[in-house]
Structure formats: structure tokens, C-alpha cells
């Protein structure tokens, strides 16, 4: 048998790292720059897809902007997202059904911008036709005049959509 030469005996291999899956933090809805301003803040909250939502993101938009010095933006954000949320209930859960929309306001050095997740992979906005006489489909061309802009939509395959609506400060 060949007499092996002296010297230090190598290493053992280093095993590949095998990578740690950790849970991330909560995916937060919507692009990542909606404005072309400096993001400051934001934040994000749940609600239930039931007739009531819209009044508690009413509320809770009211007290955010307090908080974030910006109370006569209140009424603009309150009516986008009124109606944002008011589709998600109305128009991304099936009549009965219980989910859960998402929104995320962002506070931007030149806007504010309103991000309504919902469950549903429907990305067709569809603002309707002018129509005098109907009682509703006025939602997303009230958005559009206090934008500047109509909202945009966001699919993500298989986790539902964003609808985006940025509302731009300094107009108030
Ligand atoms: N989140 C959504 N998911 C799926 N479809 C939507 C969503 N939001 C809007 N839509 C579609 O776009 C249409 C127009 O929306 P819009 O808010 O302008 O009117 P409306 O919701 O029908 O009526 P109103 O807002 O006046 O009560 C809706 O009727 C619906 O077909
Ligand atoms: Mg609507």
C-alpha cells in the first residue's frame, strides 16, 4: 500500500449552504412607485368584504392623514377610497361571499396614493358609458376627475389585483 506524504490533512469539503425559507413579511399590494415623488410613509389595513367597509376605510383614512398633517386631503382620499373599496365588496367577491380587501395608502412628497387589493382576477375596469339616467357606474370617473388620472390595475396571476389611484398633493 503507497505511503501517503506527510502534511496537513485537507479539510473536508464545505457543505452548500442550504437556504433558510423564512416567512417574509406580509406581501404588501401595488407597484412599488406609483408617484414620482419620495416615498415618506404608509401603511396598510384589512377589511372585510361586507357593505360596511367602505365606512370603515372612511375612517381609517380620515384618521391617517390627520396623522400625517394632511386633513384637508381627508375628503378627496375618503371619496376614492369609498369607492375603490365599494368595488372590491361590490365587484371582486362573489354576492355572499366573505374575503378580505386590502389598503395600502402611501405618503409620497407629492401625492398620496390609495391601493385597494382584492381577491379577484377580474383586471377589467370597466367605467361605464355617460348615462344620465343610470343610478350607478360613476365610481371610477369620480376617482379619475380627483386623480387627474383613471386608477390602475395590477394582476398578480393567481393573488388577485391591485387597483391604484394617486391623488396628488398641493392641489387642495
Ligand atoms: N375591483 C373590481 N373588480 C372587478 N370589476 C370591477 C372592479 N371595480 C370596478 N369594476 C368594474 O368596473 C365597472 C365600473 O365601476 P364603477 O365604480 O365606475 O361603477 P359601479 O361600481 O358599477 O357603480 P358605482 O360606483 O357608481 O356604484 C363595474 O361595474 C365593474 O364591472
Ligand atoms: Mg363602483
Known amino acids: 500500500m503507497p505511503k501517503l506524504p506527510p502534511g496537513p490533512i485537507p479539510a473536508p469539503m464545505p457543505k452548500a449552504p442550504v437556504p433558510v425559507q ?36 372612511r375612517r381609517h383614512v380620515a384618521d391617517v ?22 368595488n372590491a365588496v361590490q365587484h ?9 380587501c386590502r389598503l395600502v395608502l402611501k405618503l409620497y412628497t407629492d401625492a398620496v396614493s390609495v391601493e385597494v387589493w382584492d381577491p379577484s382576477p377580474d383586471t377589467g375596469l370597466r367605467p361605464r358609458k355617460e348615462d344620465v339616467l343610470s343610478e350607478s357606474g ?7 376627475a380627483l386623480c387627474g388620472a383613471p386608477p390602475a390595475v395590477f394582476a398578480m396571476p393567481g393573488e388577485g389585483k391591485t387597483v391604484v389611484a ?3 398633493r398641493g392641489l387642495v
Open 92 to 100: 371582486a367577491v362573489p354576492v355572499g361571499g366573505l374575503a378580505v
Open 138 to 144: 360613476r365610481g371610477l370617473a369620480i376617482v379619475a
Open 65 to 86: 392623514l390627520a396623522r400625517w398633517g394632511l386633513p384637508e386631503l381627508a375628503d378627496d382620499c375618503c371619496l376614492v377610497v369609498s369607492e375603490l373599496v365599494g
Open 166 to 168: 394617486v391623488l396628488p
Open 22 to 57: 423564512r416567512p417574509g413579511p406580509p406581501r404588501l399590494p401595488g407597484p412599488r412607485r406609483p408617484s414620482a415623488g419620495q416615498l415618506i410613509a404608509g401603511c396598510a389595513q384589512q377589511f372585510a368584504t361586507t357593505p360596511t367597509a367602505a365606512g370603515w376605510a
